[in-house]
């Protein structure tokens, strides 16, 4: 403890994080990297699988997930019309038949900061490059000959070496896996299949997409990363340590099959899962917060008293950044501002990474009609990329779809079936409330699941209510008068989303306006993030695993392989009721 006292930061985070690897897995990156880094690496979290095109039916590219069969319907469409009417009328925006307001219109209080870490600091209009899916080898005559039938039919190209007396021979081929934005750009021509093996913070599992290509994709794009990025070869992995940063989505059975891709597929050590919303309290020194967690495809809201996350204020809601860039094209659209482009982000990942560029660069809450130039790329062909600059409107309406999240519509790109959860210890009170039909067995044909112990489960919802709603709610229901007056004044915003212009001063007057009257709170704050949003759970796991010195709850990788990890207070921590795979659910199956 004394060398603690003395010791500095950053020397402290060199010697005991270089051999700790940290893992903040979401729905559409993944942050990984050594804890002695200032930054992880921030990959998407997918990979893309090259197909034969020969016994593929329709070749060309395309993406593995359910939401590409789902539309929304006549009565969300108009709930969306309602919502955005509402959203322009309290942002004083002009409708299409109507004049624009003046230049000196007055701003409501509150409603024109520019927050400290906004996304409006760097503004990129420039265009994606398609990948190249194709990779080249150099191979000696002598093996070029002795395979010379097998490979018949790949495209050799002979070089001539130095000596003259020897010729390599350049092979190209086609790449067979293709990790992270690379994935997102492939050519619509090319034959590969994109995978998502998370969405709306669940494991992507449907009858298209089965559990164990789901644990083969997480396992193999990890991999990858821990290669390729952080350059820790398979066989010195031993040496290292891991640390899951978790999101609250995520069930017992998917803890635990995570936690078996680390210890006994990567072959770590030891590892130790953590809760988001407490390493994210903890990346920003706090100890007592409201933590607002708004990620790509789910927005999660928990409050931690003491070092403590509380469980029953626990509330997720199923809607995130993605959600405000399909809104922005919808708004463009609906503007008639947007290109006659078949911009389709469902089916071409390239056209989301596009959107999400324009609302990195230009959303805001912000009062008045707010307009801005951009640069608008079309990724129908490869070959020819089309541009045009268009006038977008109405910037400020995507974002506010995080307090009326009817314009965002998530029904569209609904989460994945949780039928193969159910009648078990899903840590869910209500579940996804989507259909049992896919699997009329009533476990989704998922056998491997009906010998797993229950335990308790917390209370949990995924509701379809506005931030505004869910921040009350969370914070009320802790029931004491001292603590909630904490958490208002503790509000912190982390994720990517969180970074949007505006949105504090939003949050804070509309929480403040939505406390019941007969509440004696009288501030609401929301504190500004120490470092970028998006990597705030990332750093906080650092710091608890750099400060753990006990290890007590750290898992080994013979005792998870062989024994498993059995009931025992020793192996805990004080929040382990809320991850209850912290608790007694370590089962060897």
Partial sequence: MDYLKTVVPSQLMAERGSNLVVINPGSANVRMGFASQDVPFNIPHCIARRINPQQDKEPGFSVRDQMLNCHATSSLNAERERAYDIIAALLKIPFLDEEMPSANQPFPPKMGRVDGFSSQQSRDDGKLTWTDVTERSIKSSTIIEGSLNKDAAEDTLPSTSG????????????????????????????????????????????????????????????????????????????????????????????????????????????????????????????????????????TQVVCVEDGVALPHTALALPYGGDDISRCLLWVQRRHGTWPNFQTDPASKPVDMLMLNKIKESYSQIRSGSFDAVSLVHSYDNERSVGHQKTRLSALNVPSMGLLYPRVLVPEEYPPPPRSWFQDYDDMLEDTWQTSDSLYPSGNGGFGMWDSYPMFPTRLKKFDNIGLVEAIVSSVLSTGRIDLQRKLFCSIQLVGGTASTAGLAPVLEQR???????????????????????????????????????????????????????????ARKYKDSYFLQAQVMCYYNT
């Avoid at 990858?224 to 989505?249: M, P, Q």
């Avoid at 990597?535 to 990788?557: C, N, Q």
Wanted: glycine share 8%; proline share 3%; charged share 20%.
């Fill in 163 to 298: 000596d003259g007396n020897e010729h390599d021979f350049e092979e190209t081929k086609y790449k067979e896996m293709i990790f992270g934005e690379d994935a997102l750009k492939i050519p619509p021509s090319e034959s590969y299949c994109l995978n998502c093996p998370i969405r709306r913070g669940h494991f992507n599992v449907s009858n298209i997409y089965s559990l164990h290509q789901v644990l083969e994709d997480l396992r193999t794009i990890w991999n990858w990363i821990l290669t390729e990025k952080l350059h820790i070869n398979a066989r010195d992995r031993g040496l290292y340590s891991a640390i899951l940063v978790l999101g609250e989505t995520f069930d017992n059975r998917e803890i635990k099959e995570m936690l078996s891709i680390v210890l006994h597929d990567l072959g770590f050590s030891t590892a130790v899962v953590h809760q988001e919303a407490l390493a994210a309290a903890f990346g920003n020194g706090l100890s007592t917060a409201c933590v607002v967690n708004i990620g790509a495809q789910v």
């Fill in 511 to 569: 929480v403040l306006n939505k406390i019941p009257s007969n509440q004696s709170i009288e501030k609401v704050e929301v504190l500004q993030s120490r470092t970028y949003p998006l990597f705030v759970p990332w750093k906080g796991g650092v710091i608890l695993g750099v400060l753990d010195t006990g290890r007590d709850a750290w898992i080994h990788r013979e005792d998870w392989i062989k024994n498993g990890v059995h009931i025992g207070s």
